[in-house]
Nanobody, 116 residues
């Protein structure tokens, strides 16, 4: 069983920064892909970034966000810079086995609110 626990969310003004952290607990392995998704009010959940065989980002990140991980500690981070009110959402950490296409494990989500 895999648990993912996010931390680091909160309220920030536009133009500010936040760093989200996600701890993987349980039967999670270094080769698992780990990623971040988000869901804004009234919208569908959307992909933000992934660290797996390669690192990928959603187009809207525009170089503002950086995903990183510490594989030995089963941690993944999302550094978010130059935040915009449109980035307000619940952010989710997720993980999947390397040969599985869909994400299998999800955190409970953490709120990020960006004020104008």
């Amino acid at each position: 069983q895999v648990q993912l626990i996010e931390s680091g969310g909160g309220l920030v003004q536009a133009g500010g920064s936040l760093r989200l952290s996600c701890a993987g607990i349980g039967r999670i392995f270094e080769d698992y892909a780990m990623g971040w998704f988000r869901q804004a009010p009234g919208k569908a959940r959307e992909f933000v970034a992934e660290s797996g065989v390669s690192t990928t980002y959603a187009d809207f990140v525009k170089g503002r966000f950086i995903i990183s991980r510490d594989r030995a500690k089963y941690m993944v981070y999302l550094q978010m810079n130059n935040l915009e009110p449109e980035d307000t959402a619940v952010y989710y950490c997720a993980s999947r086995r390397p040969y599985v296409g869909n994400y299998e494990y999800w955190g409970q989500g953490i709120q990020v609110t960006v004020s104008a």
